[in-house]
């Protein structure tokens, strides 16, 4: 019976019983390489020396011994120690000679510390090794007067690490609330700390961070942040015309009686209420947010006709935006960039794209 299971999958005794062998195999050898890779990084000096030593010896390329040390240690990140103590000793020294020689080598407290976390399951030290990172960007911006994207990378990792390991929300936020503060700070890390605000109810600092950057010198940067500002405006109106239905039993007559019936912050609803509107059917409406979400689609749809005619040499038709797969019947290559559904659309309307790559939403 079993000789007749073996057969019917395709499968040769020999093969199964030499992957059964390897992997009694590796549980057998585990313990000795563990204590193989410790006693490799018992030479504290060899392998990770002194930074004192390392400032002399670099002759000035710190920059690039710090690399030629990162990538040394690297590949011993993730190897068995037998010693424990060892391997923690050797890896704070990893971080420490590499982030001497270069304080802004992102990579070191970034990595360093997922690996802590994730990996070494040593949370506190993850959360130091970032704050070291953060006070590091620091002095360097007082010092040289600009601000570098690393810090203000690091202070979201700090951030998301409080919350993921600590679940201290009050350091999330206070670490939240310096990135998003900052001019590079990228826009999924402002729309989570928007998010948390009006689930805290401050809807007027939700508003603020919305609208960071609407006179940004940047035009792409512009739209995105009318586009987070009305659709913040949207959900704060959607969620008072919900606790309205539920203190009063029935939709507010107006947009007047749905101001007067919330609770929000006159400065919030001073922002709000007067791009509000009730549709046809009852719904609370942001008119301005649609017209901003078509043309942030439009400008999708553009970037991917670019990489179109990068790929291809052509321009595409305009139901290539609408197939995902390759159709053969109407010639048209894969898209793997941005699809649409016709519903994406406004009724009655319809894309075109010209001979220069610009697409337009015209009238039917």
């Not at 990538?71 to 103590?85: C, H, K, M």
């Not at 609208?211 to 942040?225: C, F, G, I, S």
């Amino acid at each position: 019976m079993a000789a007749k299971s073996a057969a019917s999958t395709g499968m040769s005794p020999l093969p199964m019983a030499v992957v059964g062998l390897g992997i009694v195999g590796a549980v057998l050898l585990q313990s000795p390489l563990g204590r193989s890779n410790a006693e490799r990084r018992r030479n504290d000096f060899r392998y990770t020396p002194d930074p004192d030593v390392t400032r002399v010896l670099s002759f000035g390329h710190r920059s690039t011994l710090a690399d030629a040390i990162w990538l040394r240690a690297l590949p011993d990140f993730s190897r068995e120690f037998d010693d424990l103590a060892l391997k923690e000793r050797w890896l704070n020294g990893v971080f420490d000679v590499v982030t001497d020689l270069e304080p802004s080598f992102y990579t070191a407290y970034s990595y360093g510390s997922t690996y802590l976390s994730l990996i070494n399951r040593q949370a506190d030290s993850a959360i130091s090794l970032l704050e070291r990172g953060v006070k590091t960007f620091e002095d360097l911006e007082a010092e040289d007067g600009q601000i570098y994207n690393g810090g203000t990378r690091l202070r979201i990792d700090l951030a998301m690490a409080y919350w993921m390991y600590k679940k201290d929300r009050a350091k999330t936020l206070e670490h939240l609330d310096i990135a998003v503060a900052r001019p590079d700070c990228d826009f999924l890390t402002r729309g989570m700390r928007v998010g948390l605000a009006l689930h805290d109810r401050d809807d007027l600092l939700a508003l603020t961070f919305s609208a960071k950057d609407v006179n940004h010198q940047n035009p792409d940067a512009r739209e995105k942040a009318r586009l987070d500002l009305e659709r913040t405006k949207l959900r704060i109106a959607q969620r008072c015309h919900r606790e309205f239905v539920e203190r009063e039993g029935r939709p507010p007559a107006s947009v007047e009686e749905l101001r007067a019936g919330s609770d929000i912050d006159e400065g919030a609803a001073q922002v709000v209420f007067p791009d509000v509107i009730y549709d046809d059917e009852g719904n609370v409406q942001v008119p301005a947010l649609a017209e901003l979400k078509l043309r942030e689609t439009v400008r999708g749809l553009e970037w991917a006709a670019y990489h179109h005619k990068q790929n291809f040499g052509t321009w595409p038709k305009v139901e290539w935006f609408f197939h995902r797969e390759k159709d053969a019947s109407k010639n048209l290559e894969q898209n793997a960039f941005m699809v649409i559904r016709p519903s994406d659309l406004p009724a009655g309307t319809h894309l075109e794209i010209d001979d220069d790559g610009v697409v337009t939403v015209v009238d039917d």
